[in-house]
């Protein structure tokens, strides 16, 4: 069984994420923000990082560059509900190393595609 470690802030979009994703046959770990993601990660392996940009302590830029450079080949994908036309937090999470992205809200075959 593949595992997901699921980072957002929000404990109501990790319930509802994670009930998904046990549906589609993952096992599931969470983390409230970068700082808990990587201390999941040095507890466990995963296959995919389900990762919010948004988020206190450490966010998910930054989390993308730790995990990029200590677990490479982690697939992450970075999601977030936020868009301007003058920034898009997805494009720049592409950028730094992200495999995929998601737009909040996203659906649960959306989610099953990403993490494909």
């Given amino acids: 069984m593949q595992t997901v470690l699921l980072v957002d802030d929000d404990i109501d979009v990790?319930?509802?994420?994670?009930?998904?994703l046990k549906r589609l046959g993952y096992d599931i770990l969470e983390a409230a923000n970068g700082i808990e993601a990587l201390?999941?990660?040095r507890e466990r392996s995963?296959?995919?990082i389900l990762l919010d940009i948004f988020m206190p302590e450490?966010?998910?830029f930054e989390t993308i560059n730790d995990v990029?450079?200590?677990?490479?080949?982690?697939?992450?994908i970075a999601?977030?509900?936020?868009?301007?036309?003058?920034?898009?937090?997805l494009e720049s999470a592409k950028?730094?190393?992200?495999?995929?992205?998601?737009?909040?809200p996203f659906s649960a075959h959306q989610l099953q595609d990403a993490l494909s």
């Fill in 14 to 20: 990790r319930f509802a994420m994670s009930q998904v």
């Fill in 39 to 41: 201390e999941r990660l």
């Fill in 46 to 48: 995963v296959d995919h």
């Fill in 58 to 60: 450490k966010d998910g």
């Fill in 68 to 76: 990029r450079r200590l677990y490479p080949d982690i697939k992450i």
């Fill in 79 to 89: 999601m977030s509900g936020y868009n301007e036309s003058s920034f898009s937090p």
């Fill in 95 to 104: 950028s730094l190393g992200a495999n995929s992205v998601l737009a909040k």
